[in-house]
């Protein structure tokens, strides 16, 4: 940001801000003097501070084994007070046997997969984010990006430059340091009951205590991951609060002590205004679900007041009127569904009367999560994913959401939620079998608009699904946003097709970062090779540009969607038609009178196979479906150049697939066509447009286009497009009049 930005940005601020900002910039600088002077370290007699001692009786004895220097003592007895108490918690310490003893009856190879899972852990293998068998050592090094081999400095943390690439990538480092792993290591103790895990854990949370003192590095740095740290080390005090008896570390007495620190550090920097999307909300999840849940820690009550007013304003503020969340990315809107259904968990148990609205927001939100996944659970790869989670009880890749939208199924007791029946990952989480019913059968899911996000899905039995993004770039500065207004993602009988790059990078590689983010690695078009969104740095935007949906409309024989460019709405309007059980008519109107060039990119999975044929392409997946794709007009051709053709499943690994790019030169007013069928075809597919002119209606233009060849039967289709691409999103957009075989006519009416 320039310094006139930055003085703009001042001047614009209210006065509560201002005052946050003044309050938070005195402490950091009080708190680096100290740093300098005196760097704090880990006491474990500030537990008697922390510490209600009316919380319990084996609470009050653990106070007074640490006033008489007995730190080991302190520790049994408060091991005893978490397994015989009533937890808020979802996972709780006294329900061990019978929950270990429900997954191991429902799910015979549990117990295997929980140990092998550690064991990997053990080895000193983590798989950190799309990186998988990364060697961390045993305990790792905490401060260290072990795939790019550089370590972060043991400074103050405000003064962490955390986004400089030459310390490392600081996702992979905070992801290592989010643990949980600690959650693999529990799921193992329960399950097999070797003492292995649970020695490996404390080993785990010494060795961070001893490299991580208060306030120092890069773990200090961001309050969300503290927070996600914090939730961590709330599931392990749950599964490891047994067999104190047998330790030589007083491991709970520190766990207290570096939670409270924690939570301390996140309520005096909350991301009020540095990052209030999901780093706020996760912050507040953070201080009230451990803050409910740990009421033997004086300042709970404090605590857990922040986080519920935080998430109850931020449900409002972060989730739009459809359910969806603001950043309008499906990896961050899966993050926030799940905050909120772990905040209803918490708040259900504790009888908090906030668990109505937590439920409310949990509920449009898992309605959402369930229209923009396809019927796998995966989730497209729009805006940034940086491949965190919330839960973490399993080893499913990020864009798999069938996990949260199971949890969602059994907390909003709505099993048209779930795409998938129950795993031992929803026992997990749930801390029960309530409602986790593994024969749980799937329910067909509605086309649907997400009108203020601005997507339109539609979907046809048989696992197919198609979003059409015609929504705003994205919330506040943009920063998880993708310059890919107008663009596509399709997927054909349960088989990805047409996908989005997905992140790859935030900071490591610059050229990367903002390839993955430009229009043309997105289903969309370019004129005359302009992005219409230009990024400046990794999570800032120069300009961006806003779509809009003009029309939306479903029924039982199709669904039909236009969308236009803001600020360029008289260039461009893109209309999705979804022929149900015959196929997707995608077609690009660009106005003017002027020569212009169209650039058209269509990107395949890399389960795809392409290769070039008159007038299209014939892509054949991997387990041998063929599918051929006609284009009305201008050359096509396939590459696989990295620059355009690379997609990131997970971040920080790219694959290499097949990108269309079809490219058409001419004075407009004139439109291009592509044509997907919804089954495997043999022969030549063609499309071509065959009329175009005035329907006789002031300010409206009409074009046809013809389908002919595989496809049974043949079609051609007539769509209107407003003059200038001006028309307001109403009613008075006609339907597409479709024209099936040569015997039949009708036009579809969906109401």
């Known amino acids: 940001m320039t310094r006139r930005a930055r003085l703009a940005r001042a001047v614009a601020m209210d006065a509560e801000e201002l005052r946050t900002r003044v309050t938070g910039a005195v402490r950091t600088y009080a708190g680096r003097v100290r740093f300098a002077v005196s760097p704090p370290r880990w006491r474990r007699e500030r537990l008697l501070t922390a510490l209600d001692p009316s919380s319990g009786s084996l609470v009050g004895e653990a106070a007074a084994a640490l006033r008489g220097g007995d730190p080991i003592a302190a520790h049994r007895a408060l091991a005893s ?22 997954i191991a009856a429902t799910f015979r190879d549990a117990p295997a997969q929980a140990g092998k899972a550690a064991d990997q852990v053990l080895g000193g293998q983590f798989d950190l984010l799309g990186y998988r068998g990364v060697i961390v050592g045993n305990p790792p090094a905490w401060d260290r990006d072990p795939v790019h081999e550089r370590h972060a400095p043991h400074a103050y943390w405000a003064n962490v430059p955390y986004l400089d690439p030459a310390i490392g990538d600081h996702k992979v480092i905070w992801e290592l340091n989010r643990h949980q792993h600690f959650l693999t290591l529990g799921t193992a103790y329960w399950l097999t009951g070797d003492v292995r895990y649970r020695d490996g854990f404390v080993r785990h949370l010494e060795g961070w205590l001893r490299q991580n003192p208060p306030l120092a590095g890069i773990n200090w740095a961001s309050m969300l991951e503290l927070a996600f740290r914090a939730m961590s080390w709330t599931w392990a005090l749950e599964f490891f609060a047994f067999d104190a008896e047998r330790d030589a570390s007083p491991w709970l007495v520190d766990l207290l002590v570096g939670l409270d620190a924690q939570l301390s550090h996140i309520a005096n920097n909350l991301s009020t205004y540095f990052s209030p999307n999901t780093h706020l909300s996760g912050e507040a999840l953070a201080l009230y679900t451990v803050s409910t849940a740990l009421p033997e820690l004086r300042h709970s009550p404090v605590r857990a007041a922040i986080g519920r007013s935080v998430l109850l304003r931020e449900s409002e503020r972060q989730v739009l009127g459809d359910g969806g969340h603001a950043e309008l990315s499906p990896h961050y809107h899966r993050y926030s569904t799940d905050f909120y259904l772990l905040a209803c968990l918490v708040a259900r148990a504790a009888g908090d009367g906030a668990a109505a609205a937590f439920e ?11 229209t923009i ?5 995966r989730l497209p790869l729009i805006g940034d994913d940086d491949g965190g989670r919330l839960f973490r009880f399993d080893n499913r890749p990020a864009w798999d959401a069938s996990t949260t939208l199971s949890v969602a199924a059994a907390v909003l007791a709505d099993p048209t939620l779930a795409v998938r029946p129950a795993t031992p990952e929803v026992f997990w989480i749930l801390g029960e079998r309530r409602a986790a019913d593994p024969r749980a059968e799937t329910t067909a899911w509605p086309s649907h608009l997400l009108a203020e996000s601005g997507y339109f899905v539609s979907r046809s039995p048989g696992g197919n699904h ?14 998880h946003a993708h310059s890919d207004a107008l663009s596509v993602v399709l997927t054909v009988g349960g088989r990805p097709l047409f996908v989005d790059p997905g992140t790859a990078t935030y900071t490591m590689d610059r050229a990367v970062r903002d390839g993955h983010r430009g229009a043309r690695m997105h289903n969309s078009l370019l004129i005359d090779g302009r992005d219409p969104s230009i990024p400046a740095g990794p999570f800032h935007w120069q300009s961006r540009a806003d779509a809009r949906v003009l029309v939306a409309r479903t029924s039982r024989e199709m669904d039909f969607a236009a969308g236009a460019l803001g600020g360029r709405a008289g260039s461009h309007v893109r209309a999705v038609l979804t022929l149900h059980g015959i196929g997707w008519l995608i077609v690009d109107r660009l106005g003017g009178s002027a020569p212009v060039t169209a650039d ?12 070039e044929c008159s007038g299209g392409v014939v892509a054949e997946s991997a387990d041998g479906v063929r ?5 009305s007009q201008g050359d096509v051709r396939l590459t696989r150049d990295p620059e355009v053709a690379a997609v990131s499943f997970e971040y920080g690994v790219r694959e290499i697939g097949t990108a269309i790019h079809v490219q058409h030169r001419a004075a407009g007013p004139f439109a291009l066509a592509c044509f997907v069928p919804e089954a495997p075809l043999s022969g030549r597919l063609r499309i071509r447009e065959v009329a175009r002119g005035s329907p006789g209606v002031p300010d409206w233009d009409s074009v046809t286009f013809s389908v ?15 003059r200038g691409g001006q028309a307001e999103p109403d009613e008075r957009w006609p339907q597409p009049c479709i024209h099936v075989g040569r015997a039949k006519e009708m036009t579809v009416c969906a109401e």
């Open 81 to 102: 007070h978490m397994q015989r108490r009533t937890s808020c918690w979802p996972l709780r310490a006294g329900h061990r046997i019978r929950l270990s003893a429900d």
């Open 360 to 370: 409310r927001t949990a509920r449009r939100q898992a309605a959402y999560l369930r």
């Open 373 to 377: 996944a396809d019927d796998e659970g």
């Open 466 to 479: 198609l979003i059409f993004d015609a929504g705003p770039h994205g919330f506040l500065n943009g920063g």
């Open 600 to 611: 058209v990119w269509w990107h395949l999975h890399p389960m795809w196979d392409a290769r």
């Open 627 to 631: 599918l051929p794709l006609a284009f």
């Open 708 to 722: 002919t060849g595989a496809v049974a039967p043949e079609f051609s289709v007539e769509l209107w497009f407003p």
